[in-house]
């Protein structure tokens, strides 16, 4: 019989990184209604390269964001889907595949590009990314940022 490995526990409101992205401690709401994860971005646009590979380009976040730093995004690798917003509208989004870092976890996560101004967080992490390694516990919120804070705590004693 596999042996099933221990989940880590998150809250309904985690701290998460983009390492490959350069954005770190970024406020995202883990929301296990929704199935894909999305981020805040602006400026989306697919530009043709003069070679004629289609490319996405986009700006993460927005000027009223703290952690905005008007850096140019481009991916060549990406998809088009149908996403359902909780609202129950169906929008055609761009979507891209980067890494997310939770605890000490690197996952590889598909992240639809939206408009996310009238939101009160910049991301949302669905269930597709978190399936596999976590579990989450809505009594609680900022556990991968506590026990990142706790172990830098104990490096310096």
Known sequence: MPVKKKKKIIGRRELIDFPALGLFDIEAKIDTGAYTSAIHCTAIREVTLPDGRPVIRFNLLDPSHPLY?????????????????????????????????????????????????????????????????????????????KAKLRKQQNKKI
């Open 69 to 145: 730093h008007q850096k140019i995004f481009e991916f060549d690798q990406f998809t088009q889907r149908d996403i359902k917003s909780s609202f129950g509208d169906v929008q055609e989004r761009y979507v891209i595949r980067t890494q997310i870092q939770l605890f000490n976890k690197i996952i590889e996560a598909d992240f639809s590009l939206s408009d996310r101004s009238d939101m009160k967080y910049p991301v949302l992490i669905g269930r597709a990314a978190i399936r596999k390694n976590f579990m989450v516990d809505v009594a609680h919120k900022n556990l991968s940022a």
